[in-house]
């Protein structure tokens, strides 16, 4: 027995190290393709590069109008991600403080909401976003976002909710609080690793979807980085080297922010894992 926890623990990391590679390997290529002409690509995909030249990255910053889709992708997730937040905190909040049939209903057809898939609803969600002349811009696709995005929210802020002692807020509105300024002074800051967590999730989902972006915007000035990606798509040719640059430069914001946010999301994680 004592020689099992050895064994049990070497194949453990044997099967993360595994993952690991499974995972971060599609990356290396990508990187690695960003700096080859597209015949090496087509030819060698797994080649290594012969000089590590920028010339596909100029390329790409030039054709996808970089800092223009870098300033749609930025509005759109931001503006996305604080509107789900504030909207589905209060929502949460609402629900656990009235606990009504209604609320639990509706509660619990938020939650069913999440099981529909995307693709199922696109056809008609565009013919009818169309016909009401809300497609081709930015803030239908906001709008849309808050749609999607908000039953994920309410059901993970309704957990954390519940466990904020009712006494605390009657604390503060004895000492002359209204609702509003006890949500905002009192409870919307304790939930303040729950709102991290979610933005977080939010944040890499808004910024690389490129179904739902294709779908409402049009008009090329409106693109987002994932979308701009399709400017190295021909009728018949695909110019693979700055479309791999391209690639790397729409993912690289959001790994830093990862990199930088990465604590939270473990943190939001593991106190999720014990309401």
């Known amino acids: 027995m004592a020689g099992s926890k050895p064994s049990s623990s070497l194949v453990k990391s044997l099967g993360l190290a595994i993952f690991l590679i499974l995972f971060i390997v599609p990356f290396i290529i990508l990187l690695l393709n960003s700096f080859k002409e597209s015949n090496a690509i087509t030819s060698n995909p797994l080649s290594l590069p012969g000089s ?14 970089y800092i223009a889709a870098f300033s ?11 509107i789900i937040s504030l909207t589905a905190a209060m929502t949460a909040h609402y629900f656990v403080r009235n606990n009504t049939r209604a609320n639990q209903y509706t509660f619990l057809l938020m939650v069913a909401s999440m099981i529909i898939p995307f693709q199922a609803i696109m056809i008609p969600l565009v013919k009818i976003y ?12 906001i709008y849309m976002y808050l749609g999607f995005g908000s039953s994920l929210a309410v059901f993970i802020y309704h957990g954390f909710v ?10 503060a509105m004895i000492d002359g609080c209204t ?7 009192i409870v919307f800051p304790v939930l303040t690793p729950t709102t991290a967590t979610i933005s977080i999730l939010n944040v890499l989902w808004i910024w690389n979807d490129f179904l739902l972006p294709s779908l409402i915007l049009v008009n090329p000035e409106q693109r987002t980085l994932p979308l701009s990606t399709y400017n190295f798509y021909g009728t018949y040719t695909v110019d693979y080297g700055p479309l791999m640059a391209g690639l790397v ?27």
């Open 162 to 171: 519940k466990s904020i002692p009712k006494e605390l807020e009657e604390a």
């Open 249 to 275: 430069l729409t993912i690289l914001p959001i790994i830093i922010v990862y990199l930088f946010a990465q604590k939270y999301i473990i943190q939001g994680v593991m106190q999720g894992s014990i309401k």
């Open 52 to 65: 590590f030249d920028l010339t596909n990255y100029r390329d790409a910053f030039d054709k996808m109008g």
């Open 130 to 141: 169309g016909s009401l002349g809300m497609l081709n811009n930015k803030w239908s696709l």
């Open 179 to 185: 609702k509003t300024q006890t949500f905002f002074r």
């Open 72 to 82: 749609n992708t930025l509005v759109i997730t931001l503006a996305s991600v604080l």
